[in-house]
């Protein structure tokens, strides 16, 4: 029997949560193992730790998904997608447009003249808890970068891109070779 394969759904969590359960059910009806640290199922050794256990996910899953909500949370999500990028995983990214809209609006304070990060960070508020979300949108915006208002247009852009699981088997193997 072929193994299922497994895609990591790397997100922060708090004020997500039916989002992500309807996400993991549609990947999971298209015949996905689904990862995610919201259900409880990335192992976590005896000795080790969430963050160390989540990279370690990263390293295990096929494909990854990366989804930027306009919230920071604790940092790990950030973690997964630079090991994401650094492992060459099969990713994709989807990002809510308020993102997109602040980057554009916080360059100006975030990047010095030469165009290098520098150390502007905000106070935490409601609408935004953390600029380092922006962060995390640079990191994915170097490859395919949805943009969403809502929920519905990540289930069409899940659905078009995984609906066909044969197809991103064969492509995996044809990536191996």
């Known amino acids: 029997m072929v193994s299922k394969l497994k895609i990591m759904v790397s997100s922060t969590v708090y004020g997500s949560e039916s989002d992500l359960d309807q996400i993991k059910y549609i990947l999971e009806n298209f015949g996905y193992e689904v990862i995610m640290s919201k259900e409880g199922n990335i192992y976590v050794p005896i000795g080790s730790n969430p963050e160390a256990a989540c990279l370690k996910a990263v390293e295990n899953c096929d ?15 950030h973690k997964e997608f630079e090991k994401a990028v650094e492992l060459d995983k ?13 980057r554009k609006l916080m360059h100006q304070f975030m990047h010095a003249e030469d165009g290098k990060r520098n150390g ?29 208002f809502n929920t519905s247009e990540i289930h069409l852009f899940i659905s078009t891109q995984f609906h066909d699981i044969s197809l991103r088997k064969k492509e995996l193997q044809n990536r191996k070779k």
């Open 120 to 148: 502007f960070d905000i106070k935490s508020t409601s609408v935004l808890d953390s600029v380092k979300v922006v962060d995390m949108y640079n990191i994915a915006r170097k490859d395919w970068c949805q943009p969403f």
């Open 90 to 102: 099969p990713r994709w990214f989807v990002t809510h447009k308020y993102i997109e809209y602040t």
């Open 63 to 77: 494909l990854f998904l990366g989804i930027i909500f306009p919230r920071y949370g604790s940092g790990i999500t």
